[in-house]
């Protein structure tokens, strides 16, 4: 049986698992998530974590020394910052413009979804951050001043800053750099296999995370965030249809079905497991085997778009940010929403690619509206009650925006790809 039917038995196991035990035996659930369901979530989402620096700082690291020529690499990457940054920002439009015609926040029992989620405030509280830096200190800071203590840290954005550097250098040295070239390959593949590794378990860690985040959540509480929910996948599926279709067809001159056919793997993956970073391995596989993206465009787009490309979680931000904001009465005009847009953008770059790191960016795109401090963590801890099971969606868009960008670049390089190959020859 394949990996993906097995990840999708699990989750369907999960969805009704969650539910049974919600609605009859909940003393049972809370026994079984403390004891069973968290606790093998927890252990697949620490070994996710354990390989997240190493694999994107060597992946990276490779990808730009197989370059090569410096004035190509930043032809590469100009590109690819500029997508990244054009999609995410065009995703938060779509996910603002469905959210002011719907209005989801618009009748809803503002106290008694509070009573339902107060268990929750105390730890959306806890991922509140603690400063906001301005745009200067952002720059600035993305320079590491010691490289080891932000892969401790896991400083996502200084570890890719670092590994571009060191990359450049590698190539800069040419045959001098040979040994440590061949070194940063073969510890590419080695953090490749580990993560292949990990992942025969996402099947049992798909059932125990879904399990818990449904019956966590309970089915009155997904009710009652029903059209909220509705805005984000509606959002989310307009992005990948119209946005991503549409470059891919303009761009890349390819057909968006084959497109979507070709990263479906990656995309069940992601969707289970909630992290750009662990998909990265089955993203790779299916942008360079499937769409035949050359690996020196791949190595480099790929892991750096799992850490800034997130569109879906923006989507997340836009619908959420707006859907407070009624929740309590209060009415965003042009400014604030435009606000929203540049502001979630921004904080999109450098986000972790780990599960519900969407949560902390979500505190800054309130905090910048002036929203009240008070609702904001109260309206963060009810959307929070059902965030679980839509960061698993946006998780499976996140990572089909980075193949996107990777194949629109690698075609503007002049790459021949696999689908080109099959028309030509039906043709």
Same mark, same amino acid.
């Given at each position: 049986?394949?990996?993906?039917?097995?990840?999708?038995?699990?989750?369907?196991?999960?969805?009704?698992?969650?539910?049974?035990?919600?609605?009859?035996?909940?003393?049972?659930?809370?026994?079984?998530?403390?004891?069973?369901?968290?606790?093998?979530?927890?252990?697949?989402?620490?070994?996710?974590?354990?390989?997240?620096?190493?694999?994107?700082?060597?992946?990276?690291?490779?990808?730009?020394?197989?370059?090569?020529?410096?004035?190509?690499?930043?032809?590469?990457?100009?590109?690819?910052?500029?997508?990244?940054?054009?999609?995410?920002?065009?995703?938060?439009?779509?996910?603002?413009?469905?959210?002011?015609?719907?209005?989801?926040?618009?009748?809803?029992?503002?106290?008694?979804?509070?009573?339902?989620?107060?268990?929750?405030?105390?730890?959306?509280?806890?991922?509140?951050?603690?400063?906001?830096?301005?745009?200067? &200190?952002?720059?600035?800071?993305?320079?590491?001043?010691?490289?080891?203590?932000?892969?401790?840290?896991?400083?996502?954005?200084?570890?890719?800053?670092?590994?571009?550097?060191?990359?450049?250098?590698?190539?800069?040295?040419? &045959?001098?750099?040979?040994?440590?070239?061949?070194?940063?390959?073969?510890?590419?593949?080695?953090?490749?296999?580990?993560?292949?590794?990990?992942?025969?378990?996402?099947?049992? +860690?798909?059932?125990?995370?879904?399990?818990?985040?449904?019956?966590?959540?309970?089915?009155?509480?997904?009710?009652?965030?029903?059209?909220?929910? +509705?805005?984000?996948?509606?959002?989310?599926?307009?992005?990948?249809?119209?946005?991503?279709?549409?470059?891919?067809?303009?761009?890349?001159?390819?057909?968006?079905?084959?497109?979507?056919?070709?990263?479906?793997?990656?995309?069940?993956?992601?969707?289970?497991?909630?992290?750009?970073?662990?998909?990265?391995?089955?993203?790779?596989?299916?942008?360079?085997?499937?769409?035949?993206?050359?690996?020196?465009?791949?190595?480099?787009?790929?892991?750096?778009?799992?850490?800034?490309?997130?569109?879906?979680?923006?989507?997340?931000?836009?619908?959420? +940010?707006?859907?407070?904001?009624?929740?309590?009465?209060?009415?965003?005009?042009?400014?604030?929403?435009?606000?929203?847009?540049?502001?979630?953008?921004?904080?999109?770059?450098?986000?972790?690619?780990?599960?519900?790191?969407?949560?902390?960016?979500?505190?800054?795109?309130?905090?910048?509206?002036?929203?009240?401090?008070?609702?904001?963590?109260?309206?963060?801890?009810?959307?929070?009650?059902?965030?679980?099971?839509?960061?698993?969606?946006?998780?499976?868009?996140?990572?089909?925006?980075? +193949?996107?960008?990777?194949?629109?670049?690698?075609?503007?390089?002049?790459?021949?790809?696999?689908?080109?190959?099959?028309?030509?020859?039906?043709?």
């Amino acid at each position: 049986m394949r990996v993906t039917t097995k990840i999708l038995i699990a989750m369907t196991l999960g969805l009704v698992t969650g539910v049974v035990l919600n609605l009859y035996f909940i003393d049972l659930f809370e026994i079984l998530d403390n004891y069973v369901f968290s606790f093998v979530g927890d252990l697949f989402i620490n070994a996710i974590k354990m390989v997240i620096v190493p694999l994107v700082f060597f992946s990276i690291v490779a990808g730009v020394s197989s370059i090569g020529e410096t004035r190509k690499l930043g032809r590469i990457s100009l590109k690819t910052v500029a997508l990244y940054l054009l999609t995410t920002a065009i995703a938060i439009t779509i996910a603002l413009g469905i959210t002011n015609v719907v209005q989801p926040g618009d009748g809803v029992d503002v106290a008694s979804m509070e009573e339902a989620t107060k268990d929750k405030q105390a730890e959306t509280e806890q991922k509140k951050p603690e400063e906001q830096k301005s745009p200067v &200190e952002m720059i600035t800071s993305m320079i590491p001043q010691n490289p080891v203590a932000a892969m401790a840290e896991g400083s996502m954005l200084q570890i890719i800053i670092f590994a571009l550097f060191f990359g450049v250098g590698i190539s800069a040295l040419g &045959e001098k750099a040979q040994r440590v070239r061949e070194f940063v390959e073969q510890a590419n593949e080695v953090m490749m296999k580990l993560v292949d590794i990990i992942m025969k378990t996402v099947p049992y +860690a798909a059932f125990a995370l879904i399990a818990s985040a449904v019956g966590k959540a309970g089915v009155d509480l997904i009710g009652s965030m029903f059209i909220y929910m +509705a805005c984000v996948l509606g959002a989310l599926i307009v992005h990948a249809a119209v946005t991503y279709g549409s470059f891919i067809a303009v761009f890349a001159k390819m057909n968006p079905l084959n497109f979507f056919r070709k990263m479906a793997p990656a995309m069940e993956v992601a969707f289970s497991t909630s992290s750009s970073a662990a998909t990265l391995p089955v993203t790779m596989n299916c942008v360079e085997n499937g769409l035949k993206v050359p690996k020196s465009v791949s190595r480099f787009v790929l892991p750096l778009g799992a850490t800034i490309n997130m569109d879906g979680t923006s989507i997340m931000q836009g619908v959420a +940010a707006l859907f407070i904001a009624q929740l309590y009465g209060w009415d965003l005009g042009l400014t604030a929403q435009l606000t929203i847009i540049l502001t979630a953008t921004l904080a999109s770059i450098g986000t972790a690619a780990v599960p519900s790191a969407g949560i902390v960016m979500l505190f800054m795109v309130l905090g910048a509206i002036d929203l009240p401090s008070d609702q904001i963590v109260t309206g963060l801890a009810i959307v929070f009650g059902v965030d679980r099971l839509l960061d698993m969606s946006r998780t499976a868009i996140n990572i089909t925006g980075d +193949a996107m960008v990777a194949t629109c670049v690698a075609k503007s390089e002049g790459a021949e790809l696999h689908i080109e190959k099959e028309t030509s020859q039906t043709a």
